[in-house]
């Protein structure tokens, strides 16, 4: 089953943790994948490779995305080398921890400008479009910190992921029907390799489900949106087995 085949594939931070795994997941499904980077090069051509194993045409493209400018730079030669963009996957993300009274002014701007800035314009670039072909799927990364929970710490990374979150509906009722707009809100799917035993244990402890979950569990939750009934959009699918219900 290959529902994609022929559709082109825009992936933000694609060659990097849930961003390259994204990417590939939807090259399985037959799309052809632009591999958006920032820095992870190596990874976007791993990425790339990948889906070309796959029998689908890939290629990278690198951008600065809290530059609104190289945002209409890249949704141009992403549809001038592989064709009208079908799929728009908003991955890319900062994450920072700060305590909420020391964090610094331009860690809150570069947060909100890759984390919530850029997919509003990157989304308004792709949807024209869309519209104008009749149709298209957003599917936005955001997280159970912000779209379900706030941390300690990281209130500037969790507003901008709630701010994310309600561009997903807005989009979802503003660019209807042609346009589906969804979301997955991850759990713990990667947890930081420097983590101790201990905290380790703590954090899967809030866990309903018992464990950790994978990037394929996000993966295969994108698949379902962009494949899935056409009834579906404005929704914000938590993949975190059930952490969100638990309080964080």
């Not at 728009?88 to 020391?102: M, P, W």
């Not at 992921?161 to 799917?189: C, M």
Request: glycine letters at 10%; aromatic letters at 6%.
């Amino acid at each position: 089953m290959r529902p994609l085949s022929g559709k082109v594939a825009l992936v933000t931070g694609g060659g990097h943790r849930l961003g390259r795994a994204i990417a590939e997941g939807l090259g399985a499904l037959g799309a052809d994948v632009a591999v958006h980077f920032h820095a992870s090069k190596e990874g976007a051509l791993a990425a790339a490779q990948r889906v070309q194993v796959d029998g689908n045409r890939a290629q990278v493209f690198q951008a600065d995305l809290s530059s609104a400018e190289a945002i209409e730079l890249l949704v141009a030669q992403v549809e001038q080398a592989l064709g009208p963009i079908a799929v728009l996957v908003n991955s890319a993300a900062l994450y920072e921890r700060h305590d909420f009274l020391d964090t610094p002014r331009d860690a809150l701007e570069r947060q909100w400008a890759l984390n919530a800035r850029a997919p509003f314009l990157l989304t308004q670039a792709v949807a024209r479009g869309m519209r104008a072909r009749g149709g298209g799927d957003v599917v936005n990364v955001v997280d159970i910190g912000g779209a379900f929970n706030v941390w300690r710490h990281y209130s500037a990374y969790t507003m901008t992921k709630a701010a994310l979150t309600s561009l997903t509906h807005s989009l979802a009722l503003e660019l209807a029907p042609q346009i589906r707009v969804n979301a997955v809100a991850p759990g713990t799917v990667l947890p930081p390799q420097e983590l101790d035993e201990a905290t380790r244990e703590a954090l899967r402890a809030k866990i309903p489900a018992g464990e950790f979950g994978a990037p394929a569990d996000v993966v295969a939750a994108v698949q379902f949106l962009v494949t899935g009934p056409r009834f579906i959009t404005g929704q914000v699918l938590a993949v975190d087995g059930g952490r969100h219900l638990a309080g964080g």
